[in-house]
């Protein structure tokens, strides 16, 4: 049996007056995990949208992952089709798990000085 293992990330931290607009992706191997939990924080009055994508496709790293093909997940793992408020959802399925490559999206349409977000994926798996 193999051991337990968990990976915890801090997916982005942009302070205020850093959040800039546009479409920002981060890349997690998920082949060691079967499930992931997700918690994100978004302050301030601008507009931030958060979703979770899959690959079953194989790359080595984060460079090569960002060539594949990915379908969205966030309402399937998570329960809500994306995250625009704070909150945290944790993958009760394990489709994230089937996946080796998950990607987060962070997408900001209206910074404002005052928008600021944070996200972090935590990986869990036998």
Do not use: H, P
Request: some cysteine; hydrophobic content about 40%.
């Amino acid at each position: 049996m193999r051991d337990f293992e968990q990976n915890s990330n801090i997916v982005a931290d942009v302070a205020a007056g850093a959040a800039a607009n546009g479409t920002t992706y981060y890349y997690y191997d998920m082949r060691r995990f079967s499930r992931s939990s997700l918690q994100v924080v978004i302050a301030g009055a601008g507009t931030v949208t958060v979703t979770v994508e899959g690959a079953s496709q194989n790359a080595v790293d984060a460079t090569g992952a960002a060539s594949l093909t990915y379908a969205d997940l966030t309402n399937t793992a998570y329960g809500a089709a994306n995250f625009t408020a704070s909150g945290q959802g944790y993958d009760e399925t394990g489709i994230t798990g089937t996946c080796t490559w998950i990607r987060i999206k962070i997408v900001v349409a209206s910074s404002d000085g005052t928008t600021a977000y944070s996200a972090y994926l935590n990986q869990t798996g036998w």
